[in-house]
C-alpha cells in the first residue's frame, strides 16, 4: 500500500529558507549614519585649514631666522656674490622643505587623532590649510629676513663689506613639501588604523523576517525552494 503525498508546507516566517537580506539596509532620509554630518565635517574641515594657516607663522618665524644666508660684496659700480660657488641659496630652499616636511607629519598625525574618521572634506581642509600656511610662511620669512633694499644696504655696509643678501625661495615648488607630506601622512594612517567598513555576512541568501501571511519581498532561492515530501512506502 502507498501512502499519499503530503502536500508541500508553508515556509514559515522565520524560515531559514527566507528571503535574501539586501547589502545595504534603507536609511531613512536625514537618518545619521554613525558619522558627522556634512554640517559638522564642513565645519571641522575649516577649523583644521584655519589652525594650519596660524601654524605657517612659526614655520615662517624659524625659516627666516635659522635659513642660510647668502653674503654680498659691493664696490662704487657693483654689487656681487661673496662665493660665487657658495651653496646658500640651495640650502635656504632645502631649509625651507625641510622644515615644512616637519610641519607637515606633525600636522597630519595631529588632525589623524583628533578625527579618526577621515572624509574628503577633513582631507580637502588639511591640504588646503598646508598650503595656505606654507604661502604664509614664505612671505614672513622674507619681511623677517635681510630686506630687499640692496643698493641701500650696500651703501650702508661700505666698499669691500659683506652684507647679507635678501631671503628667497628659489623654487615655488617648495611650498608644496607641506601639503604633500601631511596628505601622505594622513592617507597612510587612516589605511593602517582608520575604522574598517562592515563586513557582510556570507552567502547570498539571508532570514527575511515578515509577518505571518505577508508575501516576501524577494523569491526563494531555486535550489532551496520548497518541495513535497514523498511519503514511505509501507506493506
Known amino acids: ?3 499519499p503525498h503530503t502536500p508541500p508546507h508553508k515556509a514559515s516566517a522565520h524560515h531559514s529558507w527566507a528571503a535574501p537580506q539586501p547589502p545595504y539596509a534603507a ?15 564642513l565645519t571641522e574641515a575649516a577649523s583644521v ?3 594650519l594657516t596660524v601654524l605657517g607663522a612659526l614655520l615662517g618665524l624659524l ?3 635659522l635659513a642660510p ?6 664696490d662704487d659700480k657693483a654689487v656681487f656674490l661673496k662665493e660665487i660657488e657658495g651653496e646658500q641659496a640651495i640650502g635656504a630652499d632645502g631649509t625651507f622643505i625641510l622644515f615644512a616636511l616637519g610641519f607637515g607629519l606633525v600636522s597630519a598625525v595631529a588632525v589623524f587623532l583628533w578625527r579618526r574618521r577621515g ?5 580637502v581642509g588639511l591640504a588646503l590649510g598646508a598650503l595656505l600656511a606654507s604661502v604664509v610662511a614664505w612671505r614672513l620669512g622674507l619681511l623677517i629676513g635681510p630686506g630687499d633694499d640692496v643698493v641701500a644696504r650696500a651703501k650702508e655696509a661700505g666698499p669691500g663689506v659683506a652684507f647679507d643678501a635678501p631671503l628667497k625661495l628659489s623654487s615655488l615648488g617648495a611650498l608644496l613639501a607641506w601639503p604633500i607630506a601631511a596628505l601622505a601622512v594622513h592617507l597612510g594612517l587612516t589605511a593602517l588604523f582608520g575604522p574598517r567598513d562592515p563586513e557582510f555576512a556570507d552567502g547570498p541568501y539571508h532570514a527575511w523576517p515578515t509577518e505571518p ?3 516576501h519581498p524577494y523569491p526563494y532561492p531555486p535550489e532551496q525552494g520548497t518541495q513535497g515530501t514523498q511519503g514511505s512506502r509501507t506493506d
Open 49 to 51: 585649514a584655519v589652525v
Open 69 to 74: 644666508r647668502v653674503p654680498l660684496v659691493a
Open 63 to 65: 625659516w627666516g631666522q
Open 213 to 215: 501571511g505577508e508575501a
Open 27 to 41: 536609511v531613512p532620509p536625514g537618518a545619521d549614519e554613525g558619522g558627522p554630518g556634512l554640517q559638522r565635517e
Open 119 to 123: 572624509g574628503l572634506p577633513l582631507v
Open 1 to 3: 500500500m502507498t501512502a
